[in-house]
């Protein structure tokens, strides 16, 4: 039964590579706008449950994925989905910024000209709207046409956000998008992520616990697989009911 408070629901879930079992029996709930940020030392498993979020796995061999993906109430996993149709519903930011190397307008634009034809004037539109909402129209308005891998690090990766944008999703998926920047550029980054946080479900993976603390509104602590604790984040660092988070967000491992 769809449960209408989340936009995306994760029961149970285990992930094998091959023999190995790399996530254990994990249970998580995304409303439909918010931060929610996936911690833990390298290895826990962030990326890896990220990336089963929008079937990402699924062109790896030996990946088994066991337990219950829902978004809007629909079985992710079920074998009339069509995987373009969920990659952009549930769209996803990397850690190295992504540009094609082609304009910046082209880049936007890319996503939309897969969908059904569009006149120039819609589309114009709508790769404006995108680079607006990624928080980086000002900087690119007059340069479309140039080749995007002449912007900086900060300003192709809000192109790749805008990117995602465009095709008009409800998730945000984002592994460690700002850990290939300097500070400032990571801060601008942040900032357009935090316009997009009452529109838009966005779940990060980072290292940066600063990063989780300042962004997100929900945290969830992984390690070796396991869900340790998930919560409000300001419980999660100030707070948290496991030993073990404490350790952890208190730099005594990981
Ligand atoms: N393609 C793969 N084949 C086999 N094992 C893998 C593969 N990808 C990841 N793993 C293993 O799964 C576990 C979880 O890895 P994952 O990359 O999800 O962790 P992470 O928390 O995202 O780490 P990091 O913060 O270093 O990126 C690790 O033990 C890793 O070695």
């Not at 879930?13 to 833990?40: C, N, R, W």
């Not at 990946?63 to 995987?83: C, M, P, W």
């Not at 600063?210 to 100030?238: H, K, M, P, W, Y």
Request: aromatic residues 8%.
């Amino acid at each position: 039964m769809a449960d209408e408070k989340y936009l995306l629901t994760t029961e149970h879930v285990k992930l094998f590579y091959g023999e190995k079992e790399a996530l254990h029996d994990i249970s998580l709930h995304f409303p439909k706008t918010g931060i929610t940020a996936l911690i833990g030392p390298s290895g826990s498993g962030k990326s890896t449950y990220l990336r089963a979020i929008n079937r990402m796995h699924d062109l790896t061999p030996g990946v088994r994925v066991e337990g219950k993906f829902l978004f809007h109430g629909q079985d992710i996993y079920a074998d009339n989905v069509d995987l373009v149709d969920l990659r952009k519903r549930i769209g996803m930011v990397f850690q190295q910024p992504t540009p094609f190397p082609f304009s910046v307008y082209e880049n936007v634009a890319f996503g939309l000209k897969l969908g059904k034809k569009m006149p120039k004037h819609e589309l114009d539109e709508e790769v404006e709207k995108a680079l607006t909402q990624a928080g980086v129209w000002n900087e690119v308005k007059d340069r479309l046409g140039s080749n995007a891998l002449g912007l900086s690090g900060g300003q192709q990766q809000r192109v790749s956000v805008a990117r995602v944008l465009a095709t008009k999703p409800d998730i945000l998926l984002l592994d460690e998008p700002t850990s290939a920047l300097d500070p400032i550029s990571s801060r601008v980054v942040e900032d357009s992520l935090l316009d997009l946080r009452d529109h838009y479900c966005l779940i990060i993976v980072t290292h940066n616990m600063q990063q989780a603390a300042r962004i997100s509104q929900t945290t969830a602590f992984l390690n070796e697989g396991r869900l340790v604790e998930v919560g409000n984040t300001r419980d999660i660092f100030l707070d948290p009911k496991e030993k073990e988070t404490q350790d952890y967000v208190s730099g005594r491992f990981g």
